[in-house]
């Protein structure tokens, strides 16, 4: 089992930025990557950042250049800074891990809102 705990979300003026992390727990060491998602109210959930085991990042192109995902493996932690956020960056936003064998893992989601 692997464990998600998320924090850092909120509400923010355009322009702004946040930091969430993920800090992970349990059977660690099945874990090959980990992945930011996001859903916004009548969308689809969408992939946002993704980083593997080998620190190789992929990025939807609606955040290139204004989001950073990264990991911290001496804290369990992974991270999302948030740049030059956009009303259009709202949405619910979920930690997700995956395993070698295909299992998914999900943090509870957190709310990030930006308007003025």
């Known amino acids: 089992q692997v464990e998600l705990v998320e924090s850092g979300g909120g509400l923010v003026q355009p322009g702004g930025s946040l930091r969430l992390s993920c800090e992970a727990s349990?059977?660690?060491?099945?874990?090959?990557?980990m992945s930011w998602y996001r859903q916004a109210p009548g969308k689809q959930r969408e992939l946002v950042a993704m980083?593997?085991?080998?620190?190789?990042?992929n990025y939807v192109d609606s955040v290139k250049g204004r989001f950073t995902i990264s990991r911290d493996s001496a804290k369990n932690t992974m991270y999302l800074q948030m740049n030059t956020l956009e009303p259009d960056d709202t949405a619910v936003y979920y930690c997700?891990?995956?395993?070698?064998?295909?299992?998914?893992?999900w943090g509870q989601g957190t709310q990030v809102t930006v308007s003025s």
């Open positions: 997700s891990a995956h395993t070698l064998i295909g299992a998914r893992y």
């Open positions: 349990g059977r660690l060491f099945s874990i090959s990557a």
């Open positions: 980083i593997t085991n080998s620190e190789s990042t």
